[in-house]
């Protein structure tokens, strides 16, 4: 959910104060059916507004109303905290990339709950991504389409963005900060590592870990680069880059079992930090005489990626099927259709270590990340649990 999937089918829900009563009263309306509101137009208006706010955030009022959001959505239980790949995440929820493509917000995402955040995805050139209307609402199945193309402003512009915004150092964050990459579209497939060299060599320094998203469906020829030869080629490449930091890989849930697999044995080999389970489908999922309104078009003849609820199912298959096969010892985070505890203890308990919301936090809004986190303390009092770690991988259901 790389390009600004379900998360921009929002107006705001991700805008500072718009929890609880104010986000049932103004915002969840709004996504109650498919047509209405642009999506995307409405996600950069909540997006312009955070990104003020980040900017901001030491003037005192917007820090006190920043210090309400925190106050109201923040859960603290050490039980929680997780050191992986060198970073250490106060909790095992993340934003997944493609809300904040260009890091605008990166400075406060702490505050709406989350352990880490994915800025992103970021190409080494800017581009405007796939023409309009390429993002639409799914609502009564709680999902969403998208065709964005990887619109942002380009690695350059980032690095300043973020720099900006004045953040701390890597590793002294009140959540950590991954940064997705991918490849601009106008580069030819086989110049692919160079041009993701490029982006990660601007953005390390600012970078907890990175992100290399080989499974949008919405760039020509992107996912061939899952091929094993080719993402060995690629990795090899970026690790060869000063100061490379942490390194996972994003996959496609559409992959057969011996792709996962290959995926799997490279990572281990590779030295990969870590798995992220999954991007978008390009399989509708059961969905594909469900017509757009804003088409008039049945998913099955719609180009772009699948999203939100109808995910869950297959994103735990390939999140297990990755498990079987890396072992224990590989960090897994899994997103794609987690909008509820249960969603999410599911993941952890088939062998994530941690997850990432998107369209689903869209969707019920930000109490999501406070409910999970209570959630996942409530489970762990329930099956006896002295850490989240312990249930990583121990198949124990939600109770």
């Known amino acids: 959910m790389n390009e600004g999937t379900a ?67 923040r859960h603290h239980d050490p039980r929680l905290e997780q050191t992986l790949f060198g970073c250490r995440f106060a909790n095992p929820v993340g934003l997944a990339a493609g809300f904040d493509k260009n890091g605008v917000a990166a400075a406060i995402w702490h505050l709406f709950g989350f352990g880490f955040a994915e800025l992103g995805t970021i190409t080494a050139q800017a581009q405007s991504g796939n023409p309009r209307p390429r993002l639409f609402r799914l609502a009564a199945e709680r999902a969403a389409l998208n065709r964005m193309g990887f619109n942002n402003r380009g690695a350059q512009a980032c690095r300043r963005l973020l720099e900006h915004q004045r953040l701390e150092a890597p590793g002294q964050r009140p959540a950590v900060l991954g940064i997705n990459l991918g490849k601009s579209k106008v580069t030819p497939l086989e110049q692919a590592p160079d041009d993701y060299a490029a982006s ?33 080629r690629l990795v090899e490449r970026l690790r060869r880059l000063p100061g490379c930091p942490p390194l996972l890989v994003k996959i496609a849930p559409d992959l057969e079992d011996d792709a996962i697999d290959a995926i799997a044995r490279l990572a281990y080999q590779e030295g990969l930090a870590g798995v992220i389970a999954v991007n978008t489908s390009l399989d509708r999922l059961g969905l594909e005489g469900r017509r757009l309104r804003q088409t008039g078009r049945p998913l099955a003849e719609e180009p772009g990626g699948l999203s939100g609820a109808p995910l869950r199912q297959r994103a735990l298959e390939v999140l297990r099927r990755l498990r079987a096969t890396a072992g224990p010892a590989l960090p897994l985070i899994g997103v794609g259709g987690i909008d509820s505890p249960e969603a999410a203890w599911e993941r952890i308990s088939a062998g994530a270590s941690l997850v990432q919301l998107y369209t689903g936090w869209i969707y019920r809004g930000p109490a999501l990340v406070p409910r999970i986190l209570q959630g996942l303390s409530a489970q762990l009092d329930r099956h006896s649990f002295g850490h989240i770690g312990e249930a990583v991988g121990s198949g124990v259901a939600w109770r």
């Open 200 to 232: 990660l060599e601007l953005l390390a320094p600012l970078a907890d870990y990175a992100v290399i998203n080989v499974s949008s469906p919405n760039t020509p020829g992107l996912r061939d680069l899952q091929d094993e030869v080719l993402l060995r």
């Open 7 to 73: 998360a921009q089918t929002g107006a705001g829900s991700a805008a500072v104060g718009a929890t609880g009563p104010l986000y049932e009263r103004l915002v969840r309306p709004l996504l109650s059916r498919d047509e209405g509101a642009d999506a995307e137009q409405l996600s950069q208006l909540t997006l312009a507004a955070l990104g003020q706010a980040s900017l901001r955030r030491q003037w005192p009022v917007v820090s006190g109303v920043l210090a309400g959001l925190g106050a109201e959505l």
